[in-house]
């Protein structure tokens, strides 16, 4: 009896914690509606959505529509995710949605929740970029792969917002104030400095350089020597002459050149615009037409 009781029990609490979680890797993430990919381009799509959602531990959404129901693509591709409940750790939790919008033609990046931290607006306008020719060319399944390589890449090189932090409390993107970015600032400059990255950059560099003036060096002593400058000279010719200068004034200019106060987000993390969606979740997100 107690057997056949915790053999019913196990199952239970695995579909609690799930729907606790918020996350399934039954869920369909691949939402094909304006037709754009064969039957095993969306199985291929949600088995990578699959792995690649363990890894950062964000939910991830590949969408495709030819009708925006008369809304803009940043509303639509917000509004989607709001009304399925995307996230990973909860219902309408932390995720990041690629959408290829035919009706308004236009592909769209959202970051919801915590994913802001993670996909600030400059690396979102990355991975635009290197979405932008197979758009172009009319190639989704490749931007649909692109998108998801790009997401991985990002999502795993340890930069985050430095201006702000989502809070799940409150379900907000909360800014740092100005003193904060600075100092969050300096110190992403810092860890790029003294990166393994970034010593083997420049100790490279400076091999380079000392290798360049060595071989200079050796360059000069096995040429062949000029001749002396007497050579040159005629005969009595080097005899000094007395002279005298006389200093009449000066004039000194003075310019004050303004100090540079690190303005900017240094580090790469750099900024996240983030807002508050009509079904009330935080969310950013950059569109680029095509």
Same mark, same amino acid.
């Given at each position: ?14 579909? $609690? /914690?799930? /729907? /606790? ?15 754009? /990919? ?28 030819? @009708? ?8 639509y591709a917000e ?52 979405l932008e020719d ?32 989502? @809070? ?20 992403? *400059? ?10 083997l950059k420049r ?20 040429? *062949? ?17 007395? *002279? *005298? @200068? =006389? =200093? ?33 979740? $935080? ?8």
């Amino acid at each position: 009896m107690k057997r056949r009781y915790m053999a019913g029990l196990i199952p239970a609490l695995a579909a $609690s /914690l799930l /729907l /606790l979680c918020g996350y399934s890797s039954l869920d369909e993430k691949v939402f094909d509606e304006a037709d754009l /990919l064969t039957d095993a381009e969306e199985q291929e799509l949600q088995e990578e959505i699959v792995d690649l959602a363990e890894k950062l531990s964000l939910d991830v959404v590949i969408v495709t529509t030819d @009708d925006a129901r008369g809304m803009d693509t940043d509303s639509y591709a917000e509004d989607f995710y709001d009304r399925h409940g995307f996230g990973y750790e909860k219902e309408n939790g932390s995720g990041i949605l690629f959408l290829i919008d035919m009706d308004n033609r236009q592909y769209y990046i959202d970051a919801a929740a915590a994913a802001q931290e993670i996909y600030t607006d400059m690396e979102q306008e990355d991975i635009l970029d290197e979405l932008e020719d197979d758009m172009v060319e009319g190639d989704y399944y490749s931007a649909c792969r692109n998108f998801l390589r790009c997401a991985q890449s990002y999502g795993t090189n340890d930069e985050v917002a430095l201006d702000g932090y989502y @809070d799940e409390a409150t379900d907000t993107f909360v800014e740092y104030s100005r003193k904060e970015q600075q100092a969050n600032e300096r110190a992403a *400059r810092l860890r790029k400095v003294f990166s393994l990255g970034g010593i083997l950059k420049r100790l490279g560099i400076s091999l380079v350089i000392g290798a360049a003036g060595v071989g200079l060096m050796i360059f000069s002593v096995r040429s *062949r020597r000029s001749p002396g400058g007497r050579v040159y000279l005629k005969p009595g010719s080097d005899r000094i002459l007395a *002279r *005298r @200068d =006389h =200093h009449t004034n000066t004039t000194v200019t003075t310019r004050h050149i303004p100090k540079n106060n690190g303005g900017g987000h240094g580090g790469g993390g750099g900024h996240t615009s983030s807002h508050t969606s009509s079904g009330g979740h $935080s969310h950013s997100g950059s569109g680029r037409g095509f």
